[in-house]
């Protein structure tokens, strides 16, 4: 299937081609605007679908909005009825298209044009209204709070915000083109709207509140909420907008005799994960915890790990090597001591299930 996708240079249009790209039956026929038109007309004749992502959102003078959003549409529309092919078209419009002003005025007339084709040829259009997108490689200071918001947080820019309370509907890029892609392969005949889901709703003032902890957990190692898929979804937005050098941050490297020893990301629900080095017959540990538990994992060198349960005489060796990984479980109550036992020093992974209190440490000395 040879599907011509218009703005295939945009935001959307980016996302969409790479997705597209790893359809095996598919193939892109990009076009944007230094593109001709005669380039268009000549993808509209070997093309299977069309995917129409182009359009002007921010222009110089509203007369624009007519010629991007309008006039391109009709040309697409114009060129399909006079070859009689009947191409499906996916249409990319906007939530301004129910609003009264010159934007949403054109995508209505855009929707309009083909609604008019789809009655003439008996073609299936299907048209998204999205809320406002947002996700990896959107223009910051444009037209996206979200990309604005990432990116002046991301450079320690001002950002300015005239109505915290103001209503905000979000989509996100990658639901965006599954939604695309799934509707190229649907085929209907006549016109349709369709939707991308989920569709977050959310204020001005909680997105950048939201975004500016995503920030300051970064700087301090730690990762906020996974398992809320909005959150989720808006930090790895934030992620693409640091520039490459930023993207490598030095850890709290904290050094002894033994090695050394840091923090690689800490998190109030899942606890943290840090790294250590022992050097050849030093001994870390002997500690216990009440309640904490940790995991650890030796992946280069040789060590023992050994335990005693604290009010018991049985200690328990475990000989960990890095050509046999084990993950070893440190339980509550039992104390616990690492002992490089080979000739180069010992990285062992750790993972604990609270991040350290120092009102409440939870950790007390006691030789195994």
Not at 113 to 127: F, H, M, N, P
Not at 156 to 169: G, Q, S, T
Not at 327 to 333: Q, R, S, T, V
């Amino acid at each position: 299937m040879k599907v011509l996708v218009t703005g295939a240079a945009g935001f959307v249009g980016q996302n969409l081609s790479i997705r597209l790209s790893r359809e095996n039956d598919i193939t892109l026929l990009p076009f944007d605007i230094d593109n001709t038109e005669a380039e268009l007309i000549d993808a509209l004749s070997v093309a299977d679908a069309v995917v129409h992502l182009a359009g002007i959102n921010r222009p110089l003078d509203p007369s624009e909005f007519v010629t991007g959003n309008v006039g391109l549409t009709s040309t697409i529309a114009d060129a399909l009825e006079k070859f009689q092919r009947p191409l499906p078209i996916i249409f990319s419009s906007s939530i301004q298209a129910e609003q009264d002003n010159e934007y949403g005025k054109s995508k209505h007339a855009a929707e309009e044009r083909l609604k008019s084709y789809a009655e003439k040829t008996d073609a299936g259009v299907q048209i998204f209204r999205f809320a406002n997108i947002f996700g990896k490689w959107c223009r910051p200071n444009y037209n996206s709070a979200v990309a604005t918001f990432c990116y002046n947080i991301a450079h320690d820019a001002p950002i300015n915000i005239r109505d915290p309370d103001a209503p905000l509907r979000l989509v996100y890029i990658d639901d965006v083109v599954e939604a695309i892609t799934a509707a190229l392969r649907t085929e209907k005949k006549g016109f349709a709207f369709c939707s991308a889901e989920p569709v977050y709703e959310t204020t001005v003032g909680a997105i950048a509140a939201t975004i500016r902890d995503i920030h300051d957990t970064r700087a301090d190692a730690r990762v906020g909420d996974y398992s809320d898929p909005f959150y989720k979804k808006l930090a790895t937005t934030y992620l693409s907008y640091i520039d490459i050098p930023a993207l490598a941050t030095a850890p709290e490297l904290k050094s002894d005799e033994r090695g050394w020893l840091f923090e690689l990301i800490k998190s109030d629900s899942a606890g943290q994960i840090f790294v250590s080095t022992t050097k050849p017959g030093k001994k870390r540990g002997n500690h216990y915890h009440d309640t904490k538990v940790e995991k650890f994992c030796l992946v280069k060198g040789q060590a023992r790990i050994s335990m005693r349960k604290v009010n018991g005489t049985e200690r328990h060796d475990f000989d960990l090597d890095e050509r046999d990984i084990r993950i070893l479980d440190i339980p509550p109550g039992y104390t616990h001591s690492i002992e490089n036992t080979g000739s180069e020093d010992c990285i062992i992974l750790f993972w604990a299930n609270e991040i350290p209190n120092p009102v409440h440490p939870d950790t007390f000395r006691l030789e195994v």
